[in-house]
Each structure stands twice: as structure tokens, then as C-alpha cells.
């Protein structure tokens, strides 16, 4: 039997050439007043207070933010909701303190990995370089991957058409005006994103009347929001150690504490940007847990549309469609401009290329070649978030001694390489397989009956604990 959708395909498909072709054309032409290397890595460090923040705001809000929370709240209850949402804010409160020392000491960088080419020696440089590229091309992965099944949920097309025209037009003006063009797009779609977020609250809370509520979850769902509660503490730890850490290396944020035009302009714009992410992510998670208290057999992931188009008005498919499309194509070029920096930036300090080569080039042919894996990715349509969870891992590993290393100068390369990998490997160890019902540690190398139950159902969790906090009692022993 056929689906009907909530709008035609033509009319999808009409609205997502106009708002893709109308951004491209936007970056490009702002772009055309700043051109040079300094503005396609930095943005000329010229940044003031309302396009810093917006950028910052819209980088960190993906089409993620419409499934993610409100898929983890179904389980894991308010703590995965306040998790979630102060995991994904944290790093701006981090950046406040270590974007200053980080201006101090290389006031001409563009890039975290440059502090650790200069800290440690090129084989943990790699690493910790190649670290970063995974785990931006997974996000960029999920981010065209979300919006080609939100509109396909919507109008039915094809998964295929909606990644190739995102892809295309936000490569267009990204590879030509670099951060300068994200910059001043993040700028536009954040306001859109605003505007369509206070709309989607209002109908929500219009459409669910007083099912939109705490009291009707706790009559409903007691356990989503009870202090006893068991995975609720696990899953708000597991999202915050995780979302937070991965967030500390992503080169966006580490581009735009550079651009600002000085410190105390940085410094406003993360703390207004905390304030802006936390109830955004919360109200997302929010509708999570309202959705499942009304009906369990909701698709989790599916919540915040299943409150927003219940009387299923054009209208609003209209407007899901723009938001999706608005938080997708800021994040999207927010990532393969930081993926292409880190290329010219740390490129010849890792490939042994001629002198002249031209790394701005050749990372726009690297960046167009992950583009078509993203492109295939997003065409199948292929549930990533386990893959995402492992990116996760991997970033946990390295978060405390890369940072630590911040501020000791006695770690050297041989101490932080190994405290890395022993947390890689403990990590592993515990990292849940796909239907996460054992690990390689827990029900393999050794049978599940001798853990108690609290391990053997919480494996994603203790796998995130003991990467991140396993390498700090290394560095310890190691002192």
C-alpha cells in the first residue's frame, strides 16, 4: 500500500533548490569582497559580536537536534534531555577560558592541531589530526543523512536528490569563500532557524494543549522523570562526557575563537551561545519525552514531528522542511570548511608533497572526495549513529590528555601516546556491539554471567567513562 505524504514531491523538491540556491548565492557574492587565505581560514580575525554568536549558535544546532534528544529522552528521561543539552553548550563555557590562552600563546593560528604539532612529535600529531578529520566527516555523514530522511519522511523523495543538492550548493559557497562565507550564512540561517523554532513552540504547545507538560509525563511515565531513576544518571553522563568532548575538537569552534576581532568579543558570544543551545536542546529532548507519554509506540527519533505536524497541515511540512534545511546546510558548511583548513594548515607538516604545491587546492579535491562518501552514505540511508557513538569514543580517549597538555608542560609525546591508547583500547573493550547486548569484554573474552547487571546493561556508558578517565590516572602514574 502507497504512503501518503504530508506534500507533494514536486513542491519538496521545488522549496529545496530555492532555499539551497538562495544561501549559495548569498555566500558567494559576500564572499567576493573578501578573498585571500586569511579570510578562508579565519575570516581575517575581524569577527564581531552578533555574527560570532550566530555562527557559534548555528554550527552547533544541526538537523541532529530535530531526532537526537528527543530519541534519547524516550530512555533515558530528563537526565539524558539535560545531558544532551549541556553537553552540546559545555564547550562554549570550555572555550572560554582555553580560547584566551590559546589567542595568547599562538595569536597567528588557525587550528587546535597546530598547539599540538608544537607540543608533541609528528606521530601523535597524526594521530590526533586524523582523530579530528573521522569524526568531522562522520558528523557531516549524519548531518545530509538527517535532512534526506526528514524530507523523504515528509514528501517521499528520494534520499539520493535531497543529499546531492545540499551537498552541491553548500560546497559551492563554502570551497570559494571559505569561513568567511559560513560565517555570514550561519549569520541568515540562524535567524531563520529562530524564527521557525518560536513557531514550532507555539503550535506544539497549541496542538498538545496540557499533554505538553511535566505533570502529564509524571502521570504517565513516572520514571522519565524520577530522581531513582538508574538510566537516566547513566544516560545523562554518557551524553555529556560524550557530546562535550567531541565538541572540543571540532575545528569550527576552534575557527571562530580565531576570528573573533578580540577576546572580550569571544568571550560574550560563548556565553550567549550557552544560553541560546541549552534550552533549545532541552525543549527538543522535552518533546521526547511528551510524545512517548502519549503514545509509546511513536517512533522515538520521530517525536518532535509527530507533536508538530498531528493536524498535518502544509503549512507546517512547509516549515519543517526550511528548518531542516537551514540547520543542515550551517552545520554542513561549518564542516567542510574546518575539514579544508585543517588540510592547509597542518597539510605540509604531514605529507611530504612538493613546495610547491598548492594545499588550498588540493584540500578542496580532498573535501569534494569525502563529499561523494557522504553522498553515498546519505543515498542509503544508513543508520549511523552507532558509527557516530564510536567517533564518540575515539574523541573521549584524547579529550583530557590533549587539553591537560594545555597546561602541563611536563607531559611529553611517549606519556600521552600511551595514556591515549590505553583509554582507546579500555574503551573498546567495553564498547557496546550493534544490538548492544555484549562487548568484546563483557560477553566474549569473557561470559556475561560473571558481571553484575548494572555493567552489563550500561556498557555504553562505562565504555565513554573509562576512555576519558582511564589516560588521567595514566598521566597521574606517569607523572
Known amino acids: ?12 523538491l521545488t522549496l529545496l533548490i530555492i532555499i539551497s540556491l538562495i544561501f549559495a548565492i548569498l555566500g558567494i557574492y559576500n564572499s567576493k569582497k573578501f578573498r585571500g587565505i586569511n579570510n578562508y581560514l579565519t575570516a581575517n580575525r575581524n569577527i564581531g559580536f552578533f555574527s560570532l554568536t550566530t555562527s557559534l549558535v548555528a554550527s552547533a544546532l544541526g538537523a541532529w537536534i530535530l531526532f537526537g534528544p528527543a530519541a534519547a ?86 534520499l539520493w536528490i535531497t543529499a546531492l543538492i545540499v551537498l552541491f550548493a553548500t560546497l559551492t559557497y563554502t570551497l570559494y569563500g571559505g569561513l568567511r562565507a559560513s560565517i555570514f550564512t550561519d549569520n541568515i540561517q540562524m535567524i ?49 562526557i560524550a557530546v562535550a568532548a567531541t565538541n572540543l575538537f571540532h575545528q569550527g569552534n576552534w575557527q571562530r575563537v580565531y576570528a573573533a576581532k578580540n577576546y572580550e568579543t569571544l568571550r560574550k558570544s560563548l556565553i550567549i551561545s550557552f544560553f541560546i543551545i541549552v534550552p533549545v536542546v532541552f525543549f527538543m529532548g522535552f518533546t521526547g519525552m511528551v510524545s512517548f507519554s502519549i503514545d509509546s509506540s511513536n ?18 511540512s512547509l516549515l519543517i522542511i526550511v528548518l531542516g534545511l537551514a540547520l543542515t546546510i550551517s552545520t554542513v558548511d561549518t564542516l567542510v570548511n574546518a575539514i579544508s583548513s585543517l588540510f592547509v594548515v597542518d597539510g605540509k607538516a604531514t605529507f611530504n608533497f612538493d613546495k610547491k604545491t598548492d594545499y588550498l587546492q588540493l584540500s578542496k579535491y580532498f573535501i569534494i572526495f569525502l563529499s561523494l562518501i557522504a553522498f553515498i552514505v546519505a543515498s542509503r540511508g544508513f543508520d549511523i549513529l552507532y558509527l557516530f557513538l564510536l567517533a564518540d569514543l575515539f574523541c573521549c580517549a584524547f579529550v583530557l590528555t590533549v587539553f591537560y597538555s594545555f597546561y602541563n608542560k ?20 567495553m564498547f557496546p556491539f ?17 558481571f553484575t547487571p ?6 555504553l556508558f562505562l565504555s565513554f567513562v573509562v576512555a576519558t578517565f582511564l589516560p588521567a590516572i595514566m598521566l597521574k602514574i606517569n607523572k
Open 73 to 158: 529522552a524516550s530512555w533515558g528521561g530528563i537526565g539524558a534531555v539535560i545531558g544532551y543539552a549541556f553537553g552540546t553548550a559545555f564547550p562554549m563555557i570550555f572555550l572560554i577560558y582555553l580560547g584566551k590562552k590559546i589567542r595568547n600563546e599562538f595569536p597567528n593560528g588557525a587550528s587546535l592541531i597546530e598547539f599540538m604539532r608544537k607540543k608533541f612529535g609528528k606521530s601523535l600529531f597524526k594521530l590526533i589530526l586524523l582523530m579530528t578529520i573521522f569524526y568531522m566527516f562522520i558528523f557531516l555523514c549524519a548531518e545530509v543523512t538527517a535532512v534526506a530522511v526528514l524530507i523523504n519522511y515528509i514528501s517521499g523523495t528520494e
Open 1 to 12: 500500500m502507497n504512503k501518503t505524504y504530508l506534500i507533494s514531491q514536486s513542491t519538496s
Open 454 to 459: 548494572f555493567i552489563t546493561q550500561s556498557l
Open 299 to 316: 517512533r522515538p527519533d520521530l517525536a518532535f514531528f509527530t507533536l508538530l505536524l498531528k493536524e498535518q497541515t502544509e503549512f507546517l
Open 410 to 429: 611536563g607531559i611529553n609525546e611517549k606519556t600521552a601516546y600511551l595514556s591515549i591508547m590505553v583509554g582507546l583500547i579500555a574503551g573498546f573493550l
Open 434 to 450: 550493534p544490538d548492544f547486548s555484549k562487548s568484546l569484554l563483557v560477553g566474549v573474552l569473557a561470559p556475561k554471567d560473571i
Open 192 to 240: 531563520v532557524v529562530a524564527v521557525l523554532l518560536i513557531i514550532s513552540v507555539s503550535y506544539i504547545s497549541s496542538f498538545t494543549g496540557n499533554e505538553f507538560s511535566f505533570e502529564f509525563i509524571e502521570k504517565n511515565n513516572p520514571q522519565l522523570l524520577s530522581a531513582s531513576y538508574v538510566p537516566s544518571y547513566t544516560a545523562g553522563l554518557t551524553f555529556f
